[in-house]
């Protein structure tokens, strides 16, 4: 119990000490973005703009669902929630392995290599709702007086990218396995999730399944509090909520007690 | 606030030979081996110490030199000390804010200026970003390419790069230095600006833990030394004392072809063994006794004279002086009686001697380390070579037509 008071303790002197490098890190992942490229920020609303355009097309004249609100709103806005979560996993899983030089010899708290790979989905996020507010401006979709809420339905959500990319980055480092997976998990569990369409109405066993898993809840808090007019699904985002900070507990835990192993098993 | 500090407390390491379990297809017999047999501080079969019982502690003001042969465990120690590992057993300790020399240009990145990098590489080894503005100038000073500061690194020269590196280093204001044999980066001039920086670093009182091969450096840097080498003890003591042992267990070749009875330095007036460091240009004489093993024909006996830092002072040969080559034959004894003068400024010498067969001009017998001397001398500025100059300095004035004296 001391000795876990301790390391809790020392997890946020380390972050407190080196905020400024997160900062440096953010910032340089954000610079080179701009680098040598011509759209530079373009490209973080142009991947969810172009799912948004062939999915409109299959799920609206292929194969039509029902939504609340029109479908390239219901879309985009699952799309970019969705990216932010899978932006950060896919930039964390590697995040230890790829920057090795820095890992095995200069000492800084690692965390810092997904926490950036996070902050920097976050901008993107930002910059991909200013699209978010411009659809919801076309389609006359006003905001709902829920709004209010939004920040409960971010926190709940960055914390829960946060622990999934500390565990895949850590598991990665000693298992080259986890990347391969994660790929695939990655894409299947966009499917699990009312990114596209809602999965709530789903039956049976499959439905049960699927109400396991907690970026359901998170998608749909933001699209209730966004345009449904109404608060989120306290039950279901509740119990996303704390699963979240849970497995944030528990994976930045392991992660800061295997830290001093990553320059052997790199 | 406490004294900064460096200090190794019986750290033992163990690694790891080959790889760990390193796929998945691996975890399963390895959770099942873990299983069965709990967890023991001894040595597995595919382990081993790479460090055994090191303690050291480094105090302000002064310099730990770590030397050693490749794989000895000299970057492992270092990077106990910067948290990056952990001791196996025993703790290692440093108190104060740690400024690494190791790996210096890790965090650049290629596609970032100068500028953007300064900023980067210096909030990864711990520099408050307003610190790294106040010092910015002085750093691209120092790197010496104020003309390139806004150019991606990508588009820099190796020696720019390392510049770079050690320029944001050399600012970060530590508590403690650790560095690990990054001087020999940049030019001549570059080196040179960065030792007189280690050397105000040690004036500010900053103990330092210093990796090299360069025993030179560890010569003029460092009061104490610790030698690490695989599988056996660390020694740590005097620079002079630790050197010494280091380059003359480095030539011990033992040859099984001969037996040496003795081997003994001596002042070659008073005939006393050597102890202790010598004044330059002190005759000195080697007696050697050795028994031969196995037939030996046409022997000369080649004397050579090394500086710790692998620089050749001498090598010579009897039977070129003159001398007439010997047969071994098994069991005959061979004694050897040679007398020179150490012509030379401070450091740390070794003499080896080697038995030539003079018709194929091959070493018969190599018998390295005979003996180790030191030469103490502060007088001169640099150099290996004592040369005895008389100076004879006159000044002639010029004639000056016009010049007016006034009052």
Redesign the interface.
């Known amino acids: 119990m001391k000795q876990l008071i301790a390391d809790c303790r020392e997890m946020f002197v380390e972050q407190a000490q080196y905020r400024e490098l997160l900062y440096e890190m953010t910032r340089r992942d954000l610079l080179i973005r701009y680098k040598q490229t011509i759209m530079g920020f373009g490209w973080a609303v142009f991947m969810p703009l172009v799912n948004t355009a062939v999915f409109s097309v299959i799920f609206t004249r292929v194969a039509p669902i029902e939504t609340q609100v029109p479908y390239p709103l219901f879309a985009f806005c699952g799309l970019l929630a969705w990216n932010f979560s899978a932006s950060t996993f896919r930039a964390s899983v590697g995040s230890l392995t790829s920057n090795a030089a820095l890992v095995t010899k200069v000492f800084f708290p690692r965390e810092l290599f997904p926490f950036s790979a996070m902050l920097v989905a976050l901008v993107d996020l930002a910059v991909g709702s200013t699209v978010l507010i411009a659809l919801m401006a076309w389609f006359r979709v006003p905001p709902s007086p829920y709004i209010v809420l939004l920040p409960v339905v971010v926190v709940i959500h960055v914390v829960f990218t946060m622990a999934v990319s500390l565990f895949v980055a850590m598991a990665n480092l000693f298992y080259r396995d986890v990347k391969y997976i994660f790929e695939v998990v990655v894409t299947l569990w966009m499917f699990a999730t009312s990114v596209l369409y809602p999965v709530t109405s789903l039956g049976g066993r499959l439905g049960t399944l699927l109400r396991l898993n907690p970026m359901t809840p998170i998608i749909d808090g933001y699209r209730d509090v966004l345009f449904g007019g109404k608060p989120p699904d306290w039950l279901s985002l509740g119990a996303a909520a704390l699963l979240s900070f849970a497995v944030l507990f528990a994976a930045w835990l392991q992660f800061h007690r295997s830290e001093f192993e990553f320059a052997e098993r790199i | 606030m406490p004294e900064s500090v460096i200090a190794f407390d019986g750290v033992w390491k163990k690694?790891r030979r080959g790889e760990?379990h390193?796929?998945?297809r691996d975890?399963i017999p390895a959770l099942v081996r873990q299983f069965a047999k709990r967890r023991e501080p001894t040595l597995e079969a595919d382990e081993f110490w790479v460090l055994r019982n090191v303690s050291f502690e480094v105090r302000p003001g002064q310099t730990l030199g770590i030397i050693g042969p490749n794989g000895a465990g000299k970057s492992t120690a270092l990077?106990l000390l910067?948290?990056?590992?952990?001791p196996t057993r025993g703790t290692a300790r440093v108190q104060g804010r740690?400024g690494?020399l190791?790996?210096l240009a890790?965090?650049f990145?290629p596609?970032?200026t100068g500028r953007?990098n300064i900023?980067?590489q210096g909030?990864?080894?711990?520099m408050?970003?307003d610190a790294i503005r106040r010092r910015f100038d002085e750093i691209v000073e120092f790197a010496g390419i104020p003309d390139f500061i806004d150019t991606?690194v990508k588009r820099y020269s190796s020696g720019m790069n390392a510049r770079l590196g050690f320029a944001i280093a050399a600012h970060v204001d530590p508590d403690v230095l650790l560095i690990d044999e990054v001087l020999a980066v940049g030019d001549f001039s570059f080196q040179q600006k960065c030792y007189e920086r280690l050397e105000s670093f040690r004036r500010d009182g900053i103990p330092i833990a210093f990796v090299s091969h360069n025993m030179q450096a560890i010569a003029s840097l460092c009061e104490q030394v610790l030698l690490l080498r695989p599988g056996q003890e660390p020694v740590l003591g005097g620079v002079n004392a630790v050197l010494a042992e280091y380059v003359s267990s480095k030539g011990s070749l033992a040859d099984a072809r001969v037996t040496v009875l003795e081997a003994t330095l001596r002042h070659r007036d008073t005939g006393a063994a050597l102890a202790g460091p010598i004044p330059p240009c002190a005759e000195l004489q080697l007696d050697l006794e050795l028994r031969a093993e196995a037939n030996l024909p046409r022997c000369g006996v080649m004397l050579n004279i090394m500086r710790a830092d692998g620089l050749v002072i001498f090598t010579g040969m009897s039977t070129l002086d003159g001398l007439s080559e010997s047969h071994l034959q098994t069991g005959d004894h061979l004694t050897a009686r040679i007398v020179f003068s150490a012509n030379l400024l401070r450091g740390t010498y070794t003499v080896n001697i080697q038995l030539i067969d003079t018709l194929r001009q091959w070493p018969a017998v190599i018998i390295g380390g005979v003996g180790s001397f030191v030469v103490a001398e502060t007088t001169r500025i640099a150099g290996c070579a004592e040369v005895l100059p008389l100076y004879e300095v006159a000044v002639a004035r010029a004639v000056r037509s016009g010049a007016k004296v006034t009052l």
């Open positions: 690694f760990h390193d796929s998945l975890l990077k910067t948290r990056i590992m952990k740690v690494a190791i790996e890790a965090g990145h596609d970032l953007e900023f980067l909030a990864i080894m711990g408050k970003r991606p």
